[in-house]
Nanobody, 125 residues
Framework: QVQLVESGGGLVQAGDSLRLSCAAP????????MGWFRQAPGKEREFVAH????????SYSDSVKGRFTIARDNAKNTVYLQMNSLKAEDTAVYYC??????????????????WGQGTQVTVSL
């Protein structure tokens, strides 16, 4: 297991933006596809966004499509999640995760074998 470290969460108002970062210093980063997931209180962990190893392909859940953007910098072993037009329903703990299949497009969390500790995002009305 390699440690992934998320940062950038916080308390914002509806309509604001946040950028989450996830560093993976011990990972052969360019060999992994990366995903962001979130979990709200009392709910199951859900897929948010995904990016393949080279960044050529991205996918998003319907709830964030058009508002969130996932990107990666393989030179910095870091994946990002730019979140715009935040809504109260985006409130959750956000996790980044690494999938050892570099071209995978999976949104299934069981296909990801390394996870960060999570960062809290709270959006107030």
């Amino acid at each position: 297991q390699v440690q992934l470290v998320e940062s950038g969460g916080g308390l914002v108002q509806a309509g604001d933006s946040l950028r989450l970062s996830c560093a993976a210093p011990g990972l052969t980063f360019s060999g992994y596809s990366m995903g962001w997931f979130r979990q709200a209180p009392g709910k199951e962990r859900e897929f948010v966004a995904h990016i393949t190893s080279g960044g050529a392909y991205t996918s998003y859940s319907d709830s964030v499509k058009g508002r969130f953007t996932i990107a990666r910098d393989n030179a910095k072993n870091t994946v990002y999640l730019q979140m715009n037009s935040l809504k109260a329903e985006d409130t959750a703990v956000y996790y980044c995760a690494a999938n050892p299949r570099p071209f995978s497009t999976s949104s299934n969390p069981t296909n990801y074998n390394n996870w960060g500790q999570g960062t809290q995002v709270t959006v107030s009305l």
